[in-house]
């Protein structure tokens, strides 16, 4: 029996079905067969949905189907893109002229059969429409737009400096999420002092933090292990340890005060999450980028007024590549790549997108009163009724909801009666009761599971608000 590569004509395309029209199911099939192809390098979703959309947006554009395709047409379409009120960058160019050449590619693999069977229906073959004549060459390390630059050092400390002013205002204008601003703050200047992604810092546990031998100095501090950094070309995310620098030492500081005083306000239990939500989650890196934003609208809130940036990245910022005295020279350089996630030679890194904003904290004010938080739970009692009821099989329950308009199925109703449902209709809580003959009261009974006082974030309610601890952001040489 042959077999075929993912993705390949056969395995999209039945050969015993024919139809009325070809063109539309076999164009269709190609859009499959490529997305398996690429889900067979275990690249992610993010990566295959755009890459297939392209390629849908050209066939509309178009109106011819890929075996069809000229070079005329796919200069067409980039024309097309670059033009109207929000031309597409040379970056983007680039990138859809890519995608669409590796999906020719993949037609013209002789493994997948694409050429045999677009021969075959219509007597003609896909070729590639993009070439060195007319497509963008990559000749340089950044393409993105020239007026984004990193912060300067004065930018940086009033950008800190803003979003440690955020809790304050907050609290003077009596509203809710404070706490999530001293939190926000802290990531800001995590970001910052670590040179992290986004993603990074937001997947960090607790105990990812921890000591480094070379710096004793910075207590649990001293090294941060990211273990979700950027994957490419298919791989699992990178894992890479990043050591504090003494440039940053203030940010020890920050972080002490971050665990032992502003994380414990959100009560996070076991949760092994370093930066926590208010509703005892994992801050998202979107909430990240909010952070920043908040901060960059504290600092400059009028658009002309802001540094021509859109928006700055924190981890790139000027010191930010700076190492500290042996790391700097000699074979401490490869060290030095390895733990602060560079992969190549040299140790600059090319500035991207950065990073932050504050979620609201979900506690109310109670006029200067702390509030109590209950954490409420359920006892879910259908086995017992049942057992007390003579019924010991849980499939006994499926005739019975089904005569009262119910349908389930056995395993369906084997987790209704051993798990407490999280969802339930209202039409089988009442099949329910009219089975066995109880109210819903009897069914769930609700308990405590642990209480808690909470001080407020708003007004006076909190008589000893906490002072983020501040940055200071010092140039090269500076003690």
């Known amino acids: 029996?042959?077999?075929?590569?993912?993705?390949?004509?056969?395995?999209?395309?039945?050969?015993?079905?024919?139809?009325?029209?070809?063109?539309?199911?076999?164009?269709?099939?190609?859009?499959?067969?490529?997305?398996?192809?690429?889900?067979?390098?275990?690249?992610?979703?993010?990566?295959i949905d755009p890459r297939v959309r392209l390629i849908e947006r050209l066939e509309e554009f178009?109106?011819?189907?890929?075996?069809?395709?000229?070079?005329?047409?796919?200069?067409?379409?980039?024309?097309?893109?670059?033009?109207?009120?929000?031309?597409?960058?040379?970056?983007?160019?680039?990138?859809?002229?890519?995608?669409?050449?590796?999906?020719?590619?993949?037609?013209?693999?002789?493994?997948y059969g694409w050429v045999h069977a677009c021969s075959e229906r219509f007597g003609e073959v896909p070729q590639q429409v993009f070439h060195e004549g007319n497509s963008v060459l990559h000749t340089v390390e950044y393409e993105g737009d020239p007026r984004r630059r990193p912060l300067d050092y004065d930018e940086i400390q009033a950008l800190f400096d803003a979003a440690d002013a955020l809790p304050g205002k907050i609290r003077g204008q009596g509203r809710k999420g404070a706490l999530c601003a001293l939190r926000d703050a802290a990531v800001l200047k995590t970001i910052y002092a670590y040179g992290?992604?986004?993603?990074?810092?937001?997947?960090?546990?607790?105990?990812?933090?921890?000591?480094?031998?070379?710096?004793?100095?910075?207590?649990?501090?001293?090294?941060?292990?990211?273990?979700?950094?950027?994957s490419q070309k298919g791989s699992p995310p990178k894992r890479r340890t990043v050591l504090l620098i003494p440039e940053m030492d203030w940010v020890v500081d920050v972080l002490d005060q971050y665990v032992t005083e502003i994380r414990p306000q959100f009560s996070p239990g076991r949760h092994p999450a370093l930066w926590m939500t208010e509703r005892v989650g994992r801050l998202s890196p979107r909430s990240i980028n909010d952070a920043f934003v908040a901060a960059r609208e504290g600092r400059w809130p009028r658009r002309g007024s802001r540094p021509p940036l859109s928006p700055p990245q924190l981890d790139h910022a000027r010191d930010r590549v700076r190492l500290s005295g042996p790391v700097r020279t000699g074979k401490c350089r490869s060290f030095a790549r390895s733990h602060h996630g560079y992969l190549h030679g040299g140790l600059e890194r090319v500035p991207q997108q950065a990073a932050g904003s504050f979620d609201e904290e979900p506690t109310g004010r109670r006029l200067g009163r702390d509030l109590v938080i209950k954490k409420m739970g359920y006892q879910w009692q259908l086995r017992q009724l049942m057992a007390e009821r003579q019924m010991f099989q849980t499939s006994d329950l499926v005739?019975?909801?089904?005569?009262?308009?119910?349908?389930?199925?056995?395993?369906?109703?084997?987790?209704?009666?051993?798990?407490?449902p999280q969802r339930m209709s209202m039409d089988t809580l009442v099949a329910l009761c009219d089975i066995l003959q109880c109210t819903p009261n009897d069914?769930?009974?609700?308990?405590?599971?642990?209480?808690?006082?909470?001080?407020?974030?708003?007004?006076?309610?909190?008589?000893?608000?906490?002072?983020?601890?501040?940055?200071?952001?010092?140039?090269?040489?500076?003690?």
């Not at 075996?67 to 859809?96: C, N, V």
């Open 443 to 479: 069914l769930i009974k609700p308990e405590v599971v642990n209480t808690q006082v909470r001080k407020v974030a708003g007004g006076d309610a909190d008589p000893t608000p906490i002072t983020p601890r501040r940055a200071v952001i010092r140039r090269p040489g500076q003690p």
């Open 196 to 230: 992290t992604r986004r993603t990074e810092p937001s997947r960090l546990d607790l105990v990812d933090m921890r000591r480094s031998r070379r710096a004793p100095q910075f207590g649990r501090f001293g090294s941060a292990m990211v273990r979700f950094g950027k």
């Open 1 to 47: 029996m042959a077999t075929h590569a993912p993705g390949s004509a056969p395995l999209v395309l039945a050969r015993n079905v024919i139809h009325l029209d070809p063109a539309p199911a076999v164009f269709e099939a190609m859009r499959e067969g490529w997305a398996r192809q690429q889900s067979a390098r275990f690249l992610k979703p993010s990566t």
């Open 399 to 420: 005739p019975l909801l089904a005569e009262r308009g119910v349908t389930l199925s056995r395993e369906q109703v084997y987790r209704l009666v051993t798990q407490p």
């Open 62 to 111: 178009t109106g011819l189907y890929p075996w069809q395709w000229t070079p005329a047409d796919g200069e067409a379409f980039i024309a097309h893109l670059r033009s109207g009120d929000k031309p597409i960058q040379m970056s983007t160019a680039r990138t859809y002229e890519v995608t669409i050449g590796l999906f020719l590619e993949y037609l013209l693999d002789a493994r």
